[in-house]
């Protein structure tokens, strides 16, 4: 038989719908971050629901980062603003149950990272090339004392360079996505055999890609970021997933 073909439908409780709504509103500026929903009695009216539904609605929302609920407040749920936290949670979330990879998690990054590299070899300041410099210094100092010093400075490092950037969003990405890939795999860092040969190898390429934002040279900043964090990470993400990894080096 020809015609259209359809998809199976998904039952779908009434909370999902209130939740679907009230997202809807928030995300189209009918409600904004400050305002209130109405009372729970007033939600129960305008859905034509139970009280435990438009309860069960406000748990997810809240969960969600959208809504700071209490118990019993006559005002209504406030409606947040969005943070990065907010984010970090879904992310977190989606990385739990597997439905990012490690190495999705990490292609991810190594594309933030170039346009974080472009953008602050253009627009960069000297203020902020010396706090590139301070952060390398930092993990030079840290490669003789210990991983988690010298961790807290390639990520100084890797701040500079975004906040040089000057962009918003892809300093809350790249700041959310290096605390979920730390967070699978940073014991494995530092318990890798030849751990101080890779972090002498990784200051060698962070003084060049430094070399690059301060020549101007994005491209070449760029690809240098791109291999580095290959090389520090490729040997921990599973041999299938390493194609994609490469395919940002070509």
Known sequence: MSGPRFEP?????????????????????????????????ELMVQFSVSRSTVREALRVLQARGLVRSRPGDPNGAEVLPFTPA??????????????????ELLQFRMVLDSAAMLLAARLRSEEQLAEMAAAVARMKAAAETGHDEFGAADVAFHDAVVRAGGNKLIQICSDVVRSIVLGLISE???????????M????????????????????LAARLSRKTMYDYYA????????????????
């Open 235 to 250: 040997g921990h993400v599973p041999a299938g997933e390493r194609a994609a990894l490469r395919a940002l080096l070509e």
């Open 86 to 103: 907010a984010l970090h949670k879904s992310m977190t979330t989606l990385a739990r149950v597997e439905e990012l990879s490690l190495g």
């Open 188 to 198: 494995k860092i530092a318990a890798a055999p030849g751990r101080e040969a890779l």
């Open 9 to 41: 439908v998904r039952a779908v409780r009434a909370y999902e719908r209130v939740v679907e709504q009230i997202e809807e509103a928030i995300e189209s500026g009918s409600l904004c971050p400050g305002e209130r929903l109405p009372s729970e009695r």
């Open 200 to 219: 002498r190898r990784s200051i060698r390429h962070h003084e060049e890609v430094m070399a690059a934002i301060r020549a101007g040279d994005g491209p």
